[in-house]
């Protein structure tokens, strides 16, 4: 059963990678005509309707006091803060280059998980992260996408949310069911979203065509409902930074969709990139099948 629930969250990760390379891309059609605010407001409040449904079941879960506060931290660094600051970065560098700058996350993820979960970083580990950021260097150079300083910054900083809000999910999920987690961390973020997005709208009024109402749409309910479970869910089995070693897979996706949705190209070395994230995937999911062989063993 182990063995099975650990090979389900390998394919969950390609999955939720797949959706979140194609947000950069749906988000960088919305920025076209919507402020990043908007775009951000739309995109989680949209992604309620799902996650209410899959957390029916446990939506009578009693939360322990002392954890709130987790879950507000959930809400407020990885759902409000981060959303908003990648949109910003997507409207302002291009989908190819927020989704590359974004893949620096497994550093993130690695060491706050060291300092805060006391989770090891093995030499593996090490490894992997060398070949992400060689990969992500190395797709950089071949994606093509203009690079704005504000932009960038922008998206660096949601990497250091992002990574903050991972551990807090790796905490919460060891006590609650993940869709549970994502949820409330979801509801918790529309505090900030809808007032957010109200004024963006107010200063800069939209015709919703039905183009920007079917991204909306799939922003929401796959790119943020659906991938923000599956991710969860993964945080839920695999250690926090063995899931963010997945990271590279999503600047690949980014990048490929772009080039057919976006016209946005790349050059060759894009292929060197794709064989050092793809070792960096094989060498985590190695890694992660001999630790916990080792561990039933004891």
Request: one cysteine or more.
């Amino acid at each position: 059963m182990i063995d099975k629930s650990r090979g389900q969250a390998f394919g969950l990760l390609f999955l939720t990678f797949f959706l979140w390379g194609s947000v950069y891309v749906g988000g960088k059609l919305l920025t076209q005509e919507l402020s990043p605010a908007l775009v951000a407001c739309l995109r989680c409040s949209t992604a309620m309707v799902p996650l209410l449904l899959m957390a029916r079941p446990h939506l009578h879960t009693k939360i322990q006091r002392e954890d709130w506060k987790y879950f507000i931290l959930v809400g407020v660094l990885g759902y409000f803060l981060t959303i908003f600051l990648i949109q910003i970065g997507i409207a302002l560098t291009g989908s190819a280059m927020a989704s590359l700058i974004n893949a620096l996350t497994p550093v993130s993820v690695t060491i706050l998980a060291a300092l805060l979960l006391k989770e090891t970083i093995t030499p593996v580990k090490l490894l992997c992260l060398a070949l992400a950021l060689a990969g992500t260097a190395v797709i950089t150079q071949g994606a093509g996408s203009q690079s704005e300083l504000l932009g960038i910054a922008a998206v660096l900083i949601s990497v250091v949310f992002w990574g903050f809000a991972s551990v807090f999910m790796r905490r919460l999920t060891a006590k609650y069911p993940a869709v549970l987690v994502t949820t409330y961390g979801m509801a918790i973020s529309l505090i900030f979203h809808i007032p957010a997005g109200i004024l963006a709208y107010a200063s800069q009024p939209v015709a919703f065509t039905p183009k920007i109402v079917l991204v909306v749409l799939y922003l929401g309910f796959f790119g943020s409902g659906v991938a923000q479970y599956t991710w969860t869910r993964c945080l839920s089995i695999l250690p926090a930074s063995t899931c963010s070693l997945f990271y590279p897979l999503q600047p690949v996706f980014a990048a490929l969709l772009g080039a057919v949705i976006l016209k946005e190209t790349f050059t060759s070395t894009f292929a060197i990139g794709l064989a050092l994230i793809s070792l960096d995937v094989v060498l985590s999911t190695w890694e992660t099948k001999k630790l916990a062989e080792a561990k039933e063993q004891k």
